[in-house]
């Protein structure tokens, strides 16, 4: 909760919040002001078990973070039911050119959800996938 505070119209480029135990409250908190963050372009959040719910949270305000280049969200337990999620809003992160989703448990439905909208991602050139289960 203190840091969903602190951040708050932050000026901050680059916020790297890897293993921190998050969960699916705190992202959902984060995502709350990520909005306000207008010069945000590095956002890690690997390894902080947001799990599905929390996936979903920032799914819902991706597309207002338009400045927004490097998703890393690696080792979170997204499943297949976040990757769903995420996946309806990458088109619209129209900056994204870097998105880190390995060891994610995603499995084959949630990369067909995937794939389904990679042609739309025209930024997007880095893409993990690995340590998931896929195939």
Not at 85 to 100: E, H, I, K, S
Not at 102 to 116: H, K, Q, R, T, V
């Amino acid at each position: 909760g203190r840091l969903a505070g602190v951040l708050g119209g932050c000026t901050l480029s680059y916020l790297d919040l890897h293993f921190n135990r998050i969960g699916s409250e705190g992202a959902r908190r984060i995502a709350g002001i990520l909005h306000t963050c207008d010069h945000l372009t590095h956002l890690d959040m690997g390894e902080n078990g947001i799990g599905p719910v929390g996936a979903e949270s920032l799914a819902a305000v991706l597309a207002r973070c338009t400045s927004l280049c490097h998703l890393g969200l690696a080792e979170n337990g997204i499943g297949d039911d976040g990757m769903g999620t995420l996946a309806g809003a990458l088109p619209d992160c129209l900056a994204l050119d870097f998105l880190d989703l390995a060891g994610n448990d995603i499995g084959d439905l949630g990369m067909s959800e995937l794939a389904g909208v990679l042609g739309e991602c025209s930024a997007l050139t880095h893409l993990d996938l690995h340590a998931n289960e896929i195939g």
